[in-house]
């Protein structure tokens, strides 16, 4: 496929997948290396007869939709936001929750591919928080729609590589080695619970003390979409729970009901009726 052709592929799909077509400039070429590939496999001569099957075929929009999410994940990612939850946020969450009588803290990991961000959650609560709030115990909902990286996440095992920004004694306490890969002990996968879910479809119940939606709805989504999301989203966030969204991205405008929770870094703190 050509670079012309790729670009007529995105500018066709964005509008009819509800997705926004500026998100995919980082990731076009592999987004267009997959459909080539596919093309290749269906038989399809070229991007004019692909465009008609997709034209009169639902199954392979949904193909398409599927070959357009390109994921990028690795244990700590920015390690300012969860520096920030560690040693403030969450520690502010957690005693207001402990005032009210609570013992549980709530975090839903929105994209979790296959599994890097909701695993370092549970590493950060157990290593970096369970000193301070012995008496919490979490649960951790982790979605995403993708199949095959739900598999993957659920396994738990991973190269070295992708941990290189987590904290090496969590590598040491949180791991164990098998062959070449890394694996989470047991008592780290306890209160996760992965789940096939599309955003733009299907959300977990709340209320989360936590949403993370990184680089997903705010890079991929287009703007009606990005707003219905983070309207819903909002539904699911405790009054004063926070929203951590991907570094390089932005929230829509217009939208209230969220305050800025750690200077610059793209982490969000849902108002209270006395805020």
């Known amino acids: 496929m050509t670079d012309a052709e790729c670009l007529e592929l995105l500018r066709w799909a964005a509008p009819r997948l509800g997705l926004r077509y500026e998100g995919f400039r980082r990731v076009r070429g592999q987004v267009c290396k997959r459909v080539g590939r596919r093309m290749k496999a269906l038989g399809v001569p070229g991007l004019v007869a692909y465009l008609e099957r997709l034209e009169g075929d639902p199954a392979e929009r949904a193909v398409l939709d599927a070959l357009c999410r390109v994921t990028i994940s690795r244990f700590y990612r920015d390690q300012g936001v969860f520096d920030a939850l560690r040693e403030s946020l969450l520690p502010e969450v957690l005693e207001a929750a402990r005032a009210r009588g609570g013992s549980v803290l709530r975090v839903w990991s929105a994209g979790c591919a296959s599994g890097e961000e909701p695993y370092t959650v549970s590493v950060l609560f157990r290593l970096g928080l369970g000193p301070r709030f012995p008496d919490f115990r979490l649960e951790l909902v982790a979605t995403d729609a993708d199949a095959s990286l739900l598999e993957r996440a659920r396994e738990g095992c991973y190269r070295r590589a992708t941990l290189r920004e987590l ?67 909002l539904e699911r966030l405790e009054p004063g729970g926070l929203l951590a969204i991907g570094a390089h991205e932005s929230l829509p405008e217009g939208i209230t009901g969220l305050a800025r929770a750690s200077g610059a870094l793209p982490l969000f703190r849902r108002r209270t009726p006395t805020d």
Request: some cysteine.
């Open 167 to 233: 904290p090496s004694a969590w590598v040491d306490r949180a791991f164990s080695p098998r062959e070449d890969l890394l694996c989470l002990r047991p008592e780290y996968r306890e209160g996760l619970d992965f789940r096939l879910e599309d955003l733009r479809q299907r959300m977990p119940e709340g209320p989360f003390h936590l949403v993370l939606c990184r680089n997903v709805a705010f890079t991929y989504f287009a703007p009606p979409v990005q707003r219905e999301v983070l309207a819903r989203l």
